[in-house]
């Protein structure tokens, strides 16, 4: 084991401070529904109020997992396992899938989840980029120096948090190419698919590119539903019979009411509004940061192409994870360090919530960084 515990430190900055401070632009998903706009009548609602708390299946209902299925070409509800989160379906695939002292190259910069579970579960990091000298697009040397024939797994983050970089087709096929000559697991983080900025096209899934693809995905960013901590791992069945296993260790499973919501959410009748909504969004929300940042000549912005956060490099000598906690003190308001990333003197603000919340965070950001100019 690794001689001290990687914290996760960005987790544990929001856990602390995201229900205290007034304005929490640390969110790295569009503005949440209620269970009401989403059910979208009373009787919707009365059914589900009738719903006994039992457990459901625990590899997720048998309508929820039809539903994800069809997402993805060529899957059945057997390709399927239902999680908590996303962040499970990632824990319980390392877990599951690889052994201490294995190989394990990780994208960055990323959520950092898999980068400390790697060394806290002892298995050998490397890393590979999205360079901040190449526009955040992927460095093929440093993938080709991650991925070794010793690689078991390779995660990546498409589209990316935090740069809302979304991998051309050509980056794609060097990361399916070289997680195949190492034979080893493509774990894929789709989480932000369905936020796109530009065009109406959605991110393709790396399901079906290469026989060890897993695709992640969740209800917590583009549908605007994290509070229903349902998320799905889609892969080979017999894979997802191994996942499935492990999870009987971990959570069992999700919950009945997440499961009801979650089939109706992503339902063919449903799920294009929640898609469109959260496009409209960040599309909206993103232009309230522009014209921030056009009134100010300390930031500099990294234009998204899908997600509701985006970096912001400022120039102002202090760390981003001081300058957090200024915010925090200063101002109520609550930014994901850059430091939380391994990017210095930048921040990861989110704006797909509603105009004048996003705002007021603002133009509190801005009181800080001029007190700092002065």
Excluded at 278 to 286: I, L, N, P, S
Aim: hydrophobic residues 45%; proline residues 5%.
């Amino acid at each position: 084991m690794p001689t001290a515990f990687v914290r996760f430190e960005l987790e544990r900055l929001l856990s602390t401070w995201e229900n205290r401070v007034e304005y929490n632009l640390s969110e790295s998903g569009v503005q949440p529904l209620s269970a009401t706009e989403l059910l979208g009548n009373a009787a919707a609602l009365d059914e589900l109020g009738a719903m006994p708390l039992n457990y459901p299946h625990s590899s997720g209902s048998a309508i929820l997992r039809e539903r994800i299925a069809a997402l993805y070409p060529g899957a059945g509800p057997e390709n399927v396992l239902v999680t908590v989160g996303a962040i499970q379906a990632n824990f319980t695939a390392l877990a599951a899938l690889t052994q201490p002292g294995d190989a394990v190259a990780v994208m960055q910069p990323n959520y950092q989840q898999l980068w400390g579970l790697a060394q806290n579960l002892d298995r050998r990091l490397s890393t590979f980029g999205l360079t901040r000298e190449l526009d955040w697009r992927l460095d093929t040397a440093s993938l080709e120096r991650a991925v070794t024939p010793a690689t078991t797994l390779v995660a990546i983050v498409n589209p990316n948090n935090p740069t809302g970089r979304i991998l051309t087709a050509g980056e794609r096929a060097a990361i399916v190419a070289a997680a195949a000559s190492a034979g080893a697991w493509l774990l894929a983080d789709e989480v932000y698919a369905g936020t796109e900025h530009a065009g109406h096209a959605m991110t393709p899934t790396f399901y079906g590119e290469y026989e060890r693809v897993l695709a992640v995905n969740s209800t917590s960013k583009a549908y605007g539903l994290p509070g229903l901590r349902i998320g799905w791992i889609v892969g080979p069945a017999d894979t997802i019979e191994r996942l499935w296993a492990w999870q009987d260790y971990v959570t069992i499973s999700t919950t009945m009411l997440g499961n009801a919501l979650a089939a109706h959410a992503l339902s063919p009748e449903v799920r294009p509004r929640l898609v469109a909504r959260a496009r409209d969004y960040v599309r909206r929300g993103f232009e309230n940061v522009v014209r921030w940042a056009a009134g100010r000549d300390d930031v500099e912005l990294l234009a998204p192409e899908a997600a509701a956060v985006c970096l912001v490099s400022y120039r102002q000598s202090i760390d981003s994870s001081a300058l957090a906690m200024r915010l925090i003190e200063e101002q109520s308001t609550l930014i994901a360090p850059g430091d939380c990333f391994g990017i210095g003197r930048c921040l990861r603000v989110s704006f797909g919530l509603s105009d004048d919340y996003v705002n007021e965070g603002l133009r509190r950001i801005g009181a800080v960084l001029d007190r700092l100019s002065a």
